[in-house]
Structure formats: C-alpha cells, structure tokens
C-alpha cells in the first residue's frame, strides 16, 4: 500500500505540473522516496509521462521524464495545494511531436514565423510566406507542401538532428548550409529521429523552481 504522505506529494506535484502547462491531456506520476524523506523534502526519484501537453506555442503529443533526488519544499505539503521544488533539479526528458504538433509549431496558426525563416534560409528571401503550407513527416524527415494553387512550387525537404541546445534543419537544396532551431538554454538536446510518423527527441533539461 502507498503510504498517504507519498500520496499527498504526488497529488501536490501533479496540481503543479498542471499549471505549468495551457493544457495537458493525460499525466501519470511515479514516485520513490520514504515517508521520511518525505516529510523533510526529499524524493528519492519520480517517472513521469504525460499526453496532449501544450505549453505556450509549444505542442508535444507525448511525453517522458525522469528525475532523481528532488528537492521539495515541505511547508507546502497540504491537501489540495501545488507543491514545487525548493532547489533546481537535471531531468532526462524523451517527447513524440506528431506532424499535426509540428505543423502548428513550425506554419501555424498567424504569420509562422518560424516556417517563414525556414523557407527564406533554404530557398533565399523573396520566397514568399508560408501561409496556407502543409506539413507531413516522412521516413527520413518532413516535407512543407505549398498550398495546391500554387502548382510551380516544389515542397521543401528537410532533416532533422541534434545540436546541442537546438535542433539543426538541413535542406535538401542547401545540404552544407543548415539552420539552427534554438531551444531553451535549459535544454540540451542528444538525438532526434522519426518514430512511427513521430517526430522523437530526446535529452536533459534543467528544471528551476
């Protein structure tokens, strides 16, 4: 039996979790760590994977993290109340983006920044908007498709691996001439890949309180 105080600290980081987040769909929350160590702020290790997570512009369809020695603060330890970390915590992190997430990323909705900088990198920077662009992940990568009217546009095949704090984009058209997608300094990427008409990366992230 799960002893009550464990119970008590899932429920409060679960109730935190959840209000990092715009949405989240699904959230699953392991816990290791003794009534002891508990009650003074410590949890030996937590397994987290969660579903349908939206964070700002940010959209993943899955989720994994795993974390050891957390530092709580036990004066937060009610029923009912978010309980966050008293100290910044390394967590090794894996996360599935669907071509649906990534078309809303990367085109989508407003004026697609990012897709817009893809485009202007690879192809130069009169080449228009990406307005109306379609996105699709493929065995080796993901393909931009322009709108159907727009019949003398080819689409725009691109790879994608890890760098560091960022994910580097190389073009088919430009193969010595990738672009950096930068990421939170926080976050240090190891390996990107397509899983199953996912795109899944993984890697580490420094969490602060």
């Given amino acids: ?22 949405a989240l769909d699904h959230l699953h ?4 760590g003794t009534p002891e160590g508990l009650l003074k702020g410590r949890l ?17 369809s899955r ?27 390394n967590v090794t992190l894996e996360v599935w983006c669907s071509a649906a997430d990534l ?6 909705p407003g004026e697609a920044p990012m897709g817009a900088a893809l485009l202007a990198h690879f192809r130069g920077p009169n080449s228009g908007n ?15 498709l322009p709108p159907a009217q727009q019949t003398r546009t080819p689409p725009l095949l691109l790879q994608l691996g890890a760098v560091d704090h960022g994910i580097a984009v190389h ?11 930068p990421l939170d300094p926080a976050i240090r990427i190891h390996d990107v890949r397509i899983d199953a008409q996912h795109l899944h990366v993984r890697g580490e992230a420094l969490v602060r309180p």
């Fill in 63 to 89: 989720a994994i993290i795993t974390c050891r020695d957390l530092q709580l603060d036990p004066g937060r330890l009610r029923p009912g109340q978010p309980m966050a970390l008293a100290a910044p915590l």
């Fill in 130 to 144: 990406c307005r109306g662009w379609r996105l699709q992940i493929t065995e080796t990568g993901v393909r931009l």
């Fill in 29 to 32: 929350l392991d816990l290791q």
């Fill in 103 to 108: 078309q809303h990323m990367v085109l989508g």
């Fill in 171 to 181: 073009g088919e058209e430009a193969p010595d001439r990738p672009a950096t997608i």
């Fill in 1 to 22: 039996m799960v002893h009550p105080v464990l119970n008590l600290v899932r429920h409060g980081l679960q109730l935190w979790l959840r209000g990092q987040c715009d």
């Fill in 44 to 60: 030996a290790a937590a397994h987290l994977q969660a579903r349908g997570i939206v964070w700002g512009a940010c959209r993943l």
